[in-house]
């Protein structure tokens, strides 16, 4: 895992702890998510217990707190 992605995760975990949703529209967390596929960015995001938004036009990416997405990942771990 790169070291932008490794600040990416460790952002998006620290904002999703107080607040509903993470924004992220900085062109560097950009490029460090666009680095993966789509496919891969939402794998991320599960085992995470979050759930994953792209907006049209590719300029933000969203991040929310997925109960099922926790609960499918703790499932695995069982």
């Not at 600040?7 to 950009?30: D, M, W």
């Not at 666009?34 to 217990?49: C, R, T, V």
Request: hydrophobic residues 45%; proline residues 4%; aromatic residues 8%.
């Amino acid at each position: 895992m790169s070291p932008n992605l490794i600040a990416v995760e460790n952002k998006i975990a620290r904002v999703l702890s107080t607040k509903p949703q993470c924004f992220i529209t900085h062109p560097t967390e950009l490029a460090a998510l666009k680095s993966m596929s789509a496919d891969e960015i939402e794998e991320f995001a599960l085992d995470h217990g979050w759930r994953v938004v792209f907006r049209l036009g590719g300029r933000q990416i969203e991040f929310y707190n997925d109960a099922g997405a926790r609960d499918l990942a703790t499932a695995e771990f069982e």
